[in-house]
């Protein structure tokens, strides 16, 4: 029933930006925390970023820190990450997911979407 779609991703330059956005359906978007996940091929998933229902509140892996901004647009029932000054170990398919607990969402992946590629090369 939860449905989480991602989309934005594709190949850019290293110092390059992209913005990632996640479309929410089939539960109370407002209600919850969401987060970013990301996992580059053969590596274990890293947590990204998470924010709180209001949007008020967000909290960055320190690999991505200063870089990326999680936002939440709670009317459209989406999620978003911008990414700017992308480097090439920021390649990896990027999943939205609901919760915000890093441990939580990395262990209930019914709740991620199905990922869109960045890829950061030159």
């Known amino acids: 029933q939860v449905q989480l779609v991602e989309s934005g991703g594709g190949l850019v330059q290293p110092g390059g930006s992209l913005r990632l956005s996640c479309a929410a359906s089939?539960?109370?978007?407002?209600?919850?925390?969401m987060s970013w996940v990301r996992q580059a091929p053969g590596k274990g998933p890293e947590w990204v970023s998470a924010?709180?229902?209001?949007?008020?509140?967000?909290r960055y892996a320190d690999s991505v820190k200063g870089r990326f901004t999680i936002s939440r647009d709670n009317a459209k029932n989406t999620l978003y990450l911008q990414m700017n000054s992308l480097k090439p170990e920021d390649t990896a398919l990027y999943y939205c997911?609901?919760?915000?607990?890093?441990?939580?969402?990395?262990?209930?992946?019914?709740?991620w979407g199905q990922g869109t590629q960045v890829t950061v090369s030159s």
């Open positions: 997911a609901r919760g915000g607990d890093p441990i939580g969402v990395m262990t209930s992946r019914d709740y």
């Open positions: 089939g539960f109370t978007f407002s209600t919850y925390y």
């Open positions: 924010i709180n229902t209001g949007g008020g509140s967000t």
